[in-house]
């Protein structure tokens, strides 16, 4: 289990310094506290690849996509190539 502190504040500058703490995340915009729980969460997995959830600072919510196997470096090296050269297209995310 993971363990928690939930934190209510009235004044933004309370708000401001509770999250200044490494493990904090804000529960808002339709962000539960099971969402933050869900840390590492496994979404997918195959032989080729690994999909999960992650939470980086601030309780920003991500997905990391990990190549396995033999042949996971050169994919991964073709993957990155391939999202440099779509970097700055509008519609792609940055």
């Given at each position: 289990?993971r363990?928690?502190?939930?934190v ?9 310094a509770?999250s200044?703490?490494?493990?904090a995340?804000?529960?808002a915009?339709?962000?539960t506290?099971?969402?933050l729980?869900?840390?590492?969460v496994?979404?997918?997995q195959?032989a080729?690849?690994r999909v999960t ?6 309780g920003v919510a991500a ?7 033999l042949d996971?470096q050169?994919?991964l090296r073709?993957?990155?190539?391939i999202?440099?050269?779509l970097?700055?297209?509008?519609g792609v995310?940055?």
């Amino acid at each position: 289990m993971r363990a928690f502190e939930y934190v209510r504040t009235s004044e933004v500058g309370d708000a401001l310094a509770a999250s200044e703490r490494a493990d904090a995340a804000y529960l808002a915009d339709g962000t539960t506290q099971v969402d933050l729980m869900k840390d590492g969460v496994l979404l997918q997995q195959s032989a080729r690849t690994r999909v999960t959830r992650v939470l980086l600072p601030g309780g920003v919510a991500a997905i990391r996509k990990e190549p396995l196997g033999l042949d996971a470096q050169p994919r991964l090296r073709h993957e990155v190539a391939i999202l440099e050269r779509l970097r700055g297209v509008d519609g792609v995310a940055q």
